[in-house]
Structures are given as structure tokens and as C-alpha cells.
């Protein structure tokens, strides 16, 4: 399927999927009325027991959340080998929800998920304020970072949590923050001091650093030279990259002159759309690594991640969704389990309960990279490891070994509470 | 008194009490597929040997003739004799089994499947799974009472342990403890029921009775950061005087005070310890630590670690026979 037929299928469309979540609580409550009669019948113990707490038969509570999710319009064309992921994201949110859903059926909570998916061009707003006007109050987003940052200020979003997925931009974090929106993945600078701290255990200091066109790689370029400065790596030549047009040029005959001129540990690519940092390998002037959006890439989640538990996750994902999980369907999944976590732990699907949760000392949410998620309250975001990843190997998980910091290592990565920009604390 | 005189004093209470025994301790190595044997009393590695792909959990049967180890990644728990180190037979374990627990009497093996969220129990004589139960997801820690009512899961995930009643197979009650639930072991009179909770960095105590938390027990070591601590494996002694939980990265095994429930020391070991074994008369402890490949044994009169053995590439699990 081209990816201009895969947009032209995913015609706008809402859909309630609390399906999965029914039939699981429709076992749940099979398995309540089985606790009692096996509590009561059982074999004579050893020790007089008391029957199990189950005799009050609370009435479940539910809670359903909403996703609204708007693909962009593709800026490159993607090659014929990429699968195309259409459903990015909402299959995350899906997961998290059969997740909570099993916990659920032991803590007599139901969860369920509203799903609005836009067709790029859609009125994101109009559609937002309908979710509100339905009772939602959590609002998995996954939106271009202007889209979000009109949404956040609205007068309706007032009384609303929206739940980032897939952003990546820091003004968000940063100046332009908002105080009922949490970023689940990680930022540009936490990715940009990932990739640093890799790179100066490796006395790999000495930068050339390219950049695309796009005003995304303005940023990621940005953030990868706040980062040099935090952590002493020296950028030594910086050039942009342009797409002209001219049939006569070939990354053969380009990409040595552009790479060109002087000495550098490696390439540092600013190329979030993919556009030409992937043809940088091997043909550079001098033998040098890339790094950055291509070549060795800092990422929030990959399908290379095994440790820590994290073959569960992916095998359970590629089971539901037939593909392998994306940092945005990671981004969804974190923040559904946020919220189911909150929700168990408050023993209350409250609004506010789970908001404040979300926000305390004692909210640690398990996300398969080995320590404990939380959110930083001067920002709203998502602390975390980020993996440096290729293709087919895992290098290295950041923080890494040796980066200290007095409270919490993971606050190593990204703005840290002194150096924020935010005034709008969540 | 200096510590060579305690230490002269420990070694004669350890030979009055008769305690040096030899012991075997068998050691499962994650990544080289294989097993290792170490003498207990010299800590000296005595054999390696090739077994089944991943393994990990590891028992030894009640009559100390066979060892069972769950290789994860030939989906199957192998019978390995204990004395030739060879495999005999396989138990049909489910898929990418991890851990397991015995029956008291050496009947039955209940193992956690993670990946499809049950308890398989496996006769063990039959070599047949007899019944699946279905638990939360990412089911992890599996114990045992040794009066033999319970059988207790705990689900990575969903946050739970799951009293399974062992004479009916079914779940009865289930008790939420912190994030991330690992290890389960009862205490030897089977009153508590003790869960490590690696992303909490917790350990929670439950009272059998009422399967409610009786104690969440944290723990905070000078110089590392509250991350880093992520206890799985523990070991209760028979009196419960004191229980010893694997710190994880932080590369530690706490001491507590299990009549208390209070921390009294934390002894530094190898690197990501995650699993510990008694040895058969309670004067040992051994850990394995999963990033330094060795294994520390601590002398648990005086609680200090006394040796580290290298024993191959990640171990994982400890048995040790008598």
C-alpha cells in the first residue's frame, strides 16, 4: 500500500475500544465469584484461615480516556521498504489498556479509550473540544507541537490532563509550557545529552555537524550544541544541508566535498525527516562515524531492547499489533499505564486524585528500561533512559556510567530543574 | 575484641555446631547456556557443564538426586541429574519459562510463563502439565507455603501476588503490592509471605492470614542513588531472625532484622545480585551476581563476605545440595 492510499484510508473516524477491556472484566467478575466459593470450600488448612476479602461486591468504576491523534503530512518519501505504520501510537494506547484493564479486574476498575484519529488537514480543535464536551479528561495527544501548544490554552482544556505521546520539542518544556500537559517521551535535549554522554566516554569530541533544511533540525542542531557546550564537546565545522535539485549531483560526488575541509571524531546529522542523513555513511571525506537523527540514533524505545523485561513488552505489542511497538505507541502505552498506576495506587479514578499521583514523590511507573519512570514537576516531562540505538544492535543506554547527578541520575539528561525555562509547573 | 579474635571464636562455634559441612552449589549461567558446580566450603568451581538454552530458575529435588532447571529459551524446565550433570528428561513447561517453585511434597512444579500471563503445574512423575491458571500479566516470583496451602504468584505488570489455593488450583485473593514485583518467599512457618518490588525498591511483608501488607520495608544505602536499588531475590532463615534481600545494581544484600522488619546492614557483594541461596546448614549465603560474573558467599555468623567465585557469563539462579 503507497503511503498516499494508506492516508486517503484513514479517513477520520472515532471509535470507543473498550471491547478488550469488557470481555477481560467479564472474567474478572467469573473469577470474584469463583474467590468466594473456593475461600469458603477449601481442604482444611493447616492454620484456621480467614476467608478472603472479597465478600463486598463493590460496582466497578470506569474510567474511559481519550486519544486524538492527527498524522502529518509526510515530508519525505519514505523508502518502498519501510513498512507503512499507519496506526502509530493508538496501538500503544491499546496495549496500556489491557494492561490497567487486568489490574482493573482484581481493584474493580475499568478503563476504556475513546479514539479520535485525524487525517492530516482535520480540525484538531473541533474535534478536541467535542472529547471535552463528552466528559474526557485525560487526553492521550499525538499532534504537531503548534497543534498542541493552541489545544493547551484553550479555556476548555482548563480542567484537563492532555498526555503528550509523541513530541520531542523542548519550547514545549520549556518557554511554552503548559500546565496540564506531561510529555511521555523523551525531549531533544534529554536525546542530545544521551547521545553527548555516550560520545565523551568515548573521547569522541571533536564535532562536524549537519544539518537539514527542515526547521525540526534547526532545533535538534540547537539542542546538540547546548549539549556540546554541558558536556565540553567541541563543534568544529557546522554545515547546512541543501536539496537543490540538480540531477548532476550524486551522494558519490557530494557527500566527500560536503564532508570535507576539516578534521572532526565524527558527523553529527541533523535530519529528522530523513532526507539525507542516511546517505552519509561510508561516503564521508575521512573514515568517521555518523551520529544523531541517522547512524547511531538516541531513541526513547527500539525493537533491539531485550533487557530488563522489555522482550515481554515487545512480543506482547507485536502480537496485538502485527508490527514492532514505535516510540510513540511507547509514548501512548506509558502514558495509559501512568494512569492506570495512579489510579491503582489512589484506589480512585478521580480526576484530581490521579493527576496529583501523577505529580507526587511516590509515583514510579515500570517502563521496561530498568529504574523507575517519573515525571518532573518543573516541566511536566517524562524523566527516562534513552537508548542508543542502530538498526540491528543496541550501543548503550544513557544516563551513562559516571554522568552523577545529587538527586536522581536520570536528571542528567535534558533541562534540569535550575536551567528550566518553564514558568507554568504542572 | 578484635575481629581475628571473633573470627577465631566463629570459626570454633561453626565446628562445635558441627555446620562445616560440604555443600554443592549449582549455578545456572544465563548466557553461556550452561551450569556451573561450586564447592561450597572451599568456594573453589569444581565443573561446568553445557545444558539448555538460557537458563535460569533452578531446584534441586527433595531427595537432592535431580536438579531442575527452567531453560527459557528451549521452552522446556530440563531434569539434570545432580551427581553426572547430565540431562535426563524435559517437563513441559510452557513457553520461555523463568521461575518456578516445588511442591513440598515433590509433586508438583508451579512455573510462571510470563509471556501468556499463567501458572502452568507440571507433575512432575507424569512429566505433564496438569493445569494452567490464568494470573496478571508478566507473571514473575512463584512460591510455595511450606504447609503447603499456598501457592503465591507475583505479576510484573499488573502489581500483584496471586494466592492461588493449592488444593483447589484456582486464585483466591489477591493482594497489590509496590511496582514491579519480583521475588516471593514465604517464611518457614508460613505466616508471611515477603515480595520484592525491584522498581519500587521495596520489599512488602504480608500477613497469610489476612493476605494484607503488614510492612513495606524500604531500604537507603550511603552513596547510591535510590534507583539503583531494585531488591529481587530473598532468603528468610527458619527462626526469622534475619531475611537477606539481593539489591540488584546497587550490588548489595541487605541484612534485615525479620522480627523487626527493620535493616540492619548492607553487605557489598558482586554486581547486580539478583539471586541467594542458605547453605544446608544456614552458615552460608550465596548470591549471584548477574553483571560481575561471580558468585559471593557470605559467612552469615559474622556477616561479612568471605570469597568471590568466578563462575562464567551472567549467572542467574542457585541451588545447593547437602
Not at chain 1, 466459593?37 to 470506569?62: I, M
Not at chain 1, 511554552?176 to 523523551?186: E, G, K, Q, R
Not at chain 1, 540531477?247 to 566527500?256: A, L, Q
Not at chain 2, 508471611?192 to 525498591?201: C, K, P, Y
Amino acid at each position: 500500500m503507497t503511503p498516499a492510499l494508506a492516508l486517503k484510508l484513514l479517513i477520520r473516524f472515532n471509535r470507543l475500544s473498550a471491547c478488550a477491556g469488557r470481555i477481560l472484566l467479564s472474567s474478572g467478575i467469573v473469577a470474584l465469584a469463583l474467590f468466594q466459593a473456593a475461600a469458603l470450600g477449601g481442604p482444611a488448612p493447616v492454620r484456621r484461615q480467614t476467608p478472603a476479602p472479597v465478600a463486598a461486591p463493590q460496582a466497578v468504576e470506569r474510567l474511559t480516556l481519550a486519544y486524538l491523534g492527527q498524522l502529518a503530512e509526510a515530508a519525505a518519501v519514505r523508502p518502498y521498504f519501510e513498512p507503512v505504520v499507519a496506526d502509530r501510537g493508538v496501538q500503544g494506547a491499546r496495549l496500556g489498556l489491557v494492561d490497567d484493564n487486568t489490574t482493573g479486574r482484581f481493584t474493580r476498575q475499568e478503563f476504556a479509550l475513546a479514539e479520535t484519529r485525524l487525517a492530516p488537514g482535520d480540525d484538531a480543535e473541533a474535534a478536541f473540544k467535542r472529547l471535552v464536551a463528552d466528559g474526557r479528561r485525560f487526553i492521550l495527544v499525538d499532534l504537531k507541537p503548534e497543534v498542541l501548544r493552541r489545544l493547551a490554552a484553550l479555556p476548555q482544556a482548563h480542567d484537563v490532563l492532555l498526555l503528550d505521546v509523541s513530541s520531542r520539542d523542548d519550547a514545549l518544556r520549556g518557554g511554552d509550557c503548559a500546565s496540564n500537559v506531561l510529555h511521555l517521551l523523551p525531549s531533544r535535549a534529554m536525546r542530545a545529552d544521551a547521545l553527548s554522554q555516550y560520545l565523551a566516554k568515548k573521547k569522541w569530541t571533536r564535532w562536524f555537524l549537519a544539518v537539514g533544511p527542515a526547521p525540526e533540525d534547526r532545533l535538534f542542531a540547537d539542542a546538540l550544541k547546548r549539549s556540546a557546550k554541558r558536556f565540553g564537546m567541541k563543534i568544529v565545522a557546522e554545515k547546512t544541508w541543501t536539496h537543490s535539485f540538480d540531477d548532476r549531483k550524486t551522494p558519490e560526488s557530494e557527500v566527500p566535498v560536503f564532508t570535507q575541509g576539516s578534521d572532526y571524531d565524527l558527523v553529527l546529522v541533523a535530519d529528522e525527516a530523513g532526507s539525507f542523513g542516511d546517505i552519509l555513511s561510508y561516503r564521508t571525506w575521512l573514515p568517521r562515524p555518523v551520529a544523531g537523527t541517522q547512524g547511531l540514533v538516541p531513541s526513547a524505545w527500539h525493537h533491539t531492547l531485550e533487557a530488563w523485561g522489555a522482550i515481554q513488552l515487545q512480543n506482547r505489542f507485536r502480537q496485538q499489533a502485527g508490527r514492532w511497538m514505535t516510540e510513540a505507541d511507547y509514548g501512548a502505552w506509558l502514558a495509559v499505564r501512568a494512569i492506570g498506576e495512579a489510579a491503582t495506587r489512589t484506589r480512585s479514578l478521580e480526576f484530581e486524585a490521579i493527576r496529583s499521583y501523577l505529580l507526587s514523590d511516590g509515583f514510579a511507573l515500570a517502563g521496561f528500561k530498568g529504574v523507575p519512570l517519573s515525571f518532573r514537576r518543573w516541566d511536566g516531562q517524562l524523566r527516562q533512559p534513552v537508548l542508543l540505538v542502530q538498526e540491528r544492535s543496541l550501543v548503550a543506554v544513557a544516563p551513562v556510567e559516571g554522568f552523577a547527578h545529587p538527586k536522581n541520575e536520570l536528571d542528567s539528561l535534558g533541562y534540569d530543574e535550575p536551567e528550566t525555562s518553564c514558568r507554568a509547573k504542572p | 575484641m578484635p575481629s581475628h579474635d571473633r573470627r577465631l571464636i566463629g570459626a570454633a562455634l561453626v565446628l562445635l555446631c558441627g555446620v562445616a559441612a560440604a555443600d554443592t552449589v549449582y549455578v545456572t549461567l544465563e548466557k553461556d547456556d550452561a551450569i556451573a558446580v561450586i564447592d561450597g566450603a572451599t568456594g573453589i568451581r569444581t565443573r561446568t557443564a553445557r545444558i539448555g538454552k538460557r537458563p535460569r530458575g533452578i531446584a534441586l529435588a527433595k531427595d537432592g538426586k535431580n536438579l531442575y532447571v527452567a531453560a527459557s529459551d528451549s521452552d522446556a524446565i530440563q531434569v539434570i541429574d545432580a551427581g553426572t550433570l547430565n540431562v535426563t528428561g524435559t517437563l513441559p513447561a510452557g513457553k520461555d519459562p523463568e521461575t518456578f517453585a516445588m511442591d513440598p511434597d515433590d509433586r508438583f512444579l508451579y512455573v510462571s510463563n510470563e509471556d501468556d500471563g499463567r501458572v502452568t503445574v507440571i507433575d512432575i512423575a507424569a512429566r505433564k502439565a496438569v493445569k494452567e491458571i490464568p494470573v496478571g500479566i508478566e507473571p514473575e516470583g512463584i512460591a510455595v507455603s511450606p504447609d503447603g496451602r499456598w501457592v503465591v504468584s507475583t505479576s510484573e505488570t499488573t502489581n500483584m501476588a496471586h494466592w492461588i489455593d493449592r488444593a483447589k488450583l484456582e486464585v483466591v485473593d489477591n493482594t497489590l503490592v509496590d511496582p514491579r514485583p519480583r521475588a516471593a518467599t514465604f517464611t518457614a512457618d508460613s505466616r508471611q509471605l515477603w515480595v520484592s518490588s525491584e522498581i519500587a525498591g521495596t520489599v512488602t511483608v504480608i500477613d497469610t492470614e489476612t493476605r494484607q501488607p503488614l510492612k513495606t520495608i524500604s531500604f537507603k544505602i550511603a552513596g547510591v542513588t535510590p534507583e539503583k536499588v531494585q531488591p529481587v531475590g530473598i532468603r528468610i532463615d527458619p527462626a526469622r531472625r534475619y531475611a537477606y534481600v539481593a539489591l540488584g545494581p546497587a550490588n548489595r544484600v541487605a541484612v534485615v532484622d525479620a522480627q523487626k522488619l527493620e535493616v540492619k546492614d548492607y553487605l557489598l557483594v558482586g554486581q547486580r545480585v539478583w539471586n541467594l541461596e542458605f547453605s544446608p546448614d544456614f552458615g552460608r549465603l550465596y548470591t549471584t551476581n548477574g553483571l560481575s560474573n561471580d558468585v559471593s558467599i557470605i559467612d552469615l555468623a559474622s556477616h561479612k563476605v568471605t570469597k568471590s567465585v568466578a563462575v562464567g557469563s551472567h549467572p542467574w539462579g542457585v541451588a545447593v545440595r547437602p
